[in-house]
């Protein structure tokens, strides 16, 4: 709301200018920013939760599961029947 509240000016209009000849400079504008501010997070808040939800679709598609440990145990017994080596695993 602190965000919002900012924006707005007390007989402040719209900064929308509708005729370019008009430039009168008692003219109070509201600032737009803080509004566009607002609406990015947003958009990129739904954006980031709808990627997370898609990559844990898949994930539930592929395994059956969500659980982690699950998931690991799963990989680990892939890894040791198809004799392949881990290459998430760093050697320090």
Not at 8 to 24: C, E, H, R, V
Not at 30 to 41: E, F, K, M
């Amino acid at each position: 709301m602190f965000y919002i509240s900012i924006g707005k000016i007390t007989g402040g209009t719209a900064p929308i200018l509708l005729d370019k000849s008009y430039s009168n400079s008692e003219v109070v504008y509201s600032n737009p920013l803080p509004h566009v501010l607002i609406l990015t997070a947003i958009v990129v808040g739904i954006a980031t939760t709808s990627l997370g939800l898609a990559l844990i679709i898949k994930i539930r598609e592929e395994y059956d599961t969500v659980e982690e440990d699950d998931i690991q145990k799963m990989d680990e017994k892939d890894l040791k029947t198809n004799n392949k080596k881990n290459v998430l695993e760093f050697k320090s």
